[in-house]
């Protein structure tokens, strides 16, 4: 996306001219608050604003903020988010999902520079296991229902993920980890950029020989990921941009299954070593073109891009399924900006469409192979007005033509006003559609999991508002907001104890979120901050039982320092999970819930710069050797050490 009014060459050079280690471009004179309200955020509108107009609640990490904490899995970082709730099912690489305010982890929108990434075959929920940090350098995340601007999938919110801009000449990067449970990772970045072209390659192999999935036997789980990574930007003219980005995924994960043999036996319903793999390759692309006319005030965009998606699921050293899903979206969209000075208009229109695309294969259940394919257009709109840099309003209108559901509109609207004594109001309204999935509607194991045809999509009203303090000068920031959403035809699986088979089903009512977020980040010295959040959740179903892996409180603090005239650096966080309800399936006991009990995880990085070009580090996770569960039945790692080099050619 253009991100200014000036040419697109001036503005590659100013990115250019940002440190690729920093989380943000300001002087160093500038108070914090002064800093983060005039970042720019990309996701929360068609057209990148900054920070002081966007009416939704947003966070952003930047580069220098996860080059700070030195995890290697993009889901460590999002523990932080206020609102987040991430699980993992045992060990890394295993399934990892992140809900947003209540809503499930299908409800989450993932972009990878600007490529929607959600998996088209399986109910176009993104894995967050196969997220790693290397080359990462921005996160935002958008909560609240955003489907008037990215349409289906986006109920609880949208996580955009963009990788570090090259710097100015030719440079290379590498990075070698080694530590506990037998991890490795190894990755190397090769890049470049000039006044109107840059690119840059990057390749990362992480392998971990695990620890057992299962939490009662002791076979460890491995898991390898290999990620291949390439971005060109290019300004064309001084008026025409161009992107190519293409990603390759690889991953192969050893798993352990639920007991679910019959006659049941003592280990029904809990993990149980078995010799399982799931294997999976992620393909995504885009080609982008970007245009600015009449000096800058009116914007054309258009886009390309697809997303493949193939996992093969061996059970006894036997294949026994394969599926497919690819997306393929096409968008177009012009921005026309009027007016100047203490009044800025921006007027957007655009349509974009969209074909999915699904297969499955069963080597043992013929009746379970299937091919399937859906298409979507649709139109999209927004308006947005800034006023003098302290108002800002937006509204957003979508409109979706479906071929297997009902059209759909949904809306969304957002203020922002900052007040001279430092205080920011923020408030949002929007709506969210969550369309089924293709194994919802079709099924895909005929004698145990039954398709539902007839489901409709799920759809969610939300509203939000905070306040936002600066204080001590613009040293401390402190943003509160409350949120509500109700969540109507959330889907379900209905289990039949009689046939031992499994449907999904819209269910009727309301199901309810609401809860209050709170964020505070401080300078506490030249060298030294804190960043901070606090989650309050109340996530029910209609029948008002506790939506489970939903913690009602979460907190998390980090501190951040220099010091060794900023050559060594200390990164220490904390992280707190309430009790949480999660499902289990033993017939023996009369409950079909379990409560898991609270934890909380302390995790530190130091590192040093030995010079310029070389820094070591180490990263300790879990140091207090916590015992936890995140998912019943699932094992989680104790502590673990790791040491690292990063070097710059």
């Known amino acids: 996306m253009i991100e200014s009014r000036s040419s697109i060459g001036a503005a590659l050079s100013v990115a250019f001219a940002c440190s690729a280690f920093s989380s943000h471009c300001a002087a160093a004179d500038t108070s914090l608050a002064e800093t983060r309200w005039e970042e720019v955020v990309v996701i929360g509108s068609h057209v990148p604003r900054p920070a002081r107009e966007v009416g939704s609640a ?45 809503a499930e982890g299908n409800h989450t929108l993932v972009l990878v520079d600007g490529i929607e990434v959600n998996d088209p075959a399986f109910g176009s929920e993104f894995d967050f296991a196969n997220l790693l940090t290397y080359d990462l350098g921005r996160v935002e995340v958008l909560r609240g229902p955003q489907s008037a601007l990215y349409g289906s999938d986006a109920i609880g919110g949208v996580v955009s993920l963009t990788t570090r801009r090259p710097e100015p000449g030719l440079a290379a990067r590498a990075e070698a980890v080694a530590g506990s449970f037998g991890t490795t990772q190894l990755g190397a970045t090769l890049g470049g950029g000039a006044d109107r072209l840059s690119g840059a390659v990057s390749a990362v192999r992480y392998d971990s020989d695990g620890i057992s999935a299962s939490a009662i036997h002791p076979e460890k789980d491995g898991y390898e990921n290999a990620t291949l990574h390439a971005r060109l930007d290019a300004a064309l003219t001084p008026q025409f941009a161009a992107r190519a980005v293409l990603r390759q995924v690889d991953n192969r994960v050893e798993t352990d299954r639920e007991d679910f043999a019959f006659p049941p036996g003592p280990t029904e319903g809990l993990i149980i070593d078995t010799d399982d793999v799931k294997e999976s390759s992620q393909l995504y692309g885009l080609l982008a073109l970007d245009a600015e006319l009449l000096d800058g005030r009116w914007l054309h965009r258009a886009a390309y891009g697809f997303t493949r998606a193939e996992t093969d699921v061996i059970e006894d050293r ?121 194994y919802e509607l079709f099924g895909f194991i005929p004698d145990s999991f039954r398709g539902n045809p007839d489901l409709e999509p799920e759809r969610s009203v939300s509203w939000d508002a905070g306040v936002e303090q600066s204080l001590l000068q613009g040293r401390l920031l402190v943003d509160a907001t409350y949120f509500r959403a109700d969540l109507e035809d959330e889907i379900a699986t209905v289990f039949d104890f009689a046939t031992f088979s499994s449907t999904v089903v819209n269910q009727r009512g309301e199901s309810e979120r609401q809860g209050v977020e709170v964020t505070v980040e401080a300078e506490l010295h030249p060298r030294w901050s804190l960043f901070g959040t606090y989650t309050h959740l109340d996530a029910t179903e209609p029948d008002g039982s506790r939506e489970v892996r939903r913690p009602r409180h979460a907190a998390s603090l980090n501190v951040d320092g220099r010091f060794l005239d900023g050559r060594a650096r200390l990164n220490i966080g904390v992280l707190f999970n309430g009790a949480r309800d999660d499902l289990e399936f033993v017939s023996a006991t009369p409950e079909s819930r379990v409560r898991l009990d609270r934890y909380t995880l302390v995790n530190g990085a130091l590192s040093y710069d030995v010079d310029e070009r070389v820094q070591i580090f180490l990263r300790g996770e879990n140091l207090l050797d916590e015992e936890y569960t995140e998912v019943f039945g699932y094992r989680t790692p104790g502590a673990a050490g790791y040491v690292g080099v990063r070097a710059r050619l």
């Not at 930047?62 to 080059?67: L, P, Q, S, V």
């Not at 000075?341 to 192979?369: C, I, K, W, Y």
Request: net charge neutral; aromatic share 6%.
């Open 58 to 102: 947003v966070t952003v990490f930047g580069a220098e903020d996860i080059a700070a904490r030195k995890v290697a899995l993009g889901s460590e970082l999002l523990r932080e988010v206020p609102g987040v709730a991430v699980s993992r099912s045992g060990q890394v690489g295993n399934l990892t999902q992140v809900r947003i305010r209540g």
């Open 318 to 438: 036997r294949e026994v399924s394969t599926s497919r899903g690819e997306r393929r979206k096409l968008e177009y969209s012009t921005t026309l900006r009027l007016g100047g000075g203490d009044a800025e208009h921006a007027l957007t229109a655009g349509m974009q469409h969209e074909v999915l695309d699904f297969s499955n294969r069963s080597v043992s259940l013929p009746a379970a192979n299937q091919r399937r394919e859906d298409e979507q257009t649709s139109l999209v709109a927004e308006y947005a007005l800034s006023l003098a840099g302290r108002a800002a309003v937006s509204a957003s209108l979508r409109r979706d033509y479906n071929d297997l559901f009902d059209d759909a509109t949904t809306a969304r609207v957002t203020g922002s006003y900052l007040l001279a004594s430092g205080t920011r109001v923020h408030a949002s309204f929007g709506e969210g559609i969550t369309n089924p999935g293709f």
